[in-house]
T-cell receptor, first 115, second 112 residues
Framework: GAVVSQHPSWVICKSGTSVKIECRSL??????MFWYRQFPKQSLMLMAT?????????EQGVEKDKFLINHASLTLSTLTVTSAHPEDSSFYIC???????????FGSGTRLTVV | SQQGEEDPQALSIQEGENATMNCSYKTSINNLQWYRQNSGRGLVHLIL?????REKHSGRLRVTLDTSKKSSSLLITASRAADTASYFC????????????FGTGTQLKVEL
């Protein structure tokens, strides 16, 4: 079945530094990838949608200059949290889809802690 | 916000009992999906039901969809302790560009 690898699974960084999270589709080409954010005991909130080779589309209220998304190939999308602050601490999850008919596959998530 | 509501927020049952979770949403959908999330982990896709379907089964799972009421339910029969997790519905709403919008989730605890 479709597998999405997300790395790292957890990261601790100092306030003011940047962190990059990778999302790879291992056995299929992902035309679209989605990035979500999840606070403890809450639901997933979509941050942005990225299509290979084009700029990401951000949801209302998500700062595109703070959360940089790159989808340079059909198997890799990255989310960079720039100048991270403690309030950015959260669980970030990516998902990838080939086409809607094939469904969505989620990565295992990255827990970011900013200290 | 397009986010759907789920109820109950939390559900605690004994092993062997059935668990029912409900999801309501706000706009027209292409399909509705149910996912499971173990604590601090990624999501596992459980089942997808299309807007023109009313009921779907997969193993111990039964999903219903009522588009007139904009609601869906997930029934887990003969629950097991391993079913303990959070369950989310997610809608692919019409005109949403294939984005999934997640409900608020139900935390299920199955006790031995």
């Amino acid at each position: 079945g479709a597998v999405v690898s997300q790395h790292p699974s957890w990261v601790i960084c100092k306030s003011g530094t940047s962190v990059k999270i990778e999302c790879r589709s291992l056995d299929f080409q992902a035309t679209t990838m989605f990035w979500y954010r999840q606070f403890p005991k809450q639901s997933l909130m979509l941050m942005a949608t990225s299509n290979e080779g084009s700029k990401a589309t951000y949801e209302q209220g998500v700062e595109k200059d703070k959360f940089l998304i790159n989808h340079a190939s059909l198997t890799l999308s990255t989310l960079t949290v720039t100048s991270a602050h403690p309030e950015d601490s959260s669980f970030y999850i990516c998902s990838a889809t080939r086409t809607v008919n094939y469904g969505y596959t989620f990565g295992s998530g990255t827990r970011l802690t900013v200290v | 916000s397009q986010q759907g509501e789920e109820d109950p927020q939390a559900l605690s049952i004994q092993e062997g009992e059935n668990a029912t979770m409900n999801c309501s949403y706000k706009t027209s959908i292409n399909n509705l999906q149910w996912y499971r999330q173990n604590s601090g982990r990624g999501l596992v896709h459980l089942i997808l039901i299309r807007s023109n379907e009313r009921e779907k089964h997969s193993g111990r799972l039964r999903v219903t969809l009522d588009t007139s009421k904009k609601s869906s339910s997930l029934l887990i029969t003969a629950s097991r302790a391993a079913d303990t997790a959070s369950y989310f519905c997610a809608t692919d709403f019409t005109g949403g560009g294939n984005k999934l919008t997640f409900g608020t989730g139900t935390q299920l605890k199955v006790e031995l």
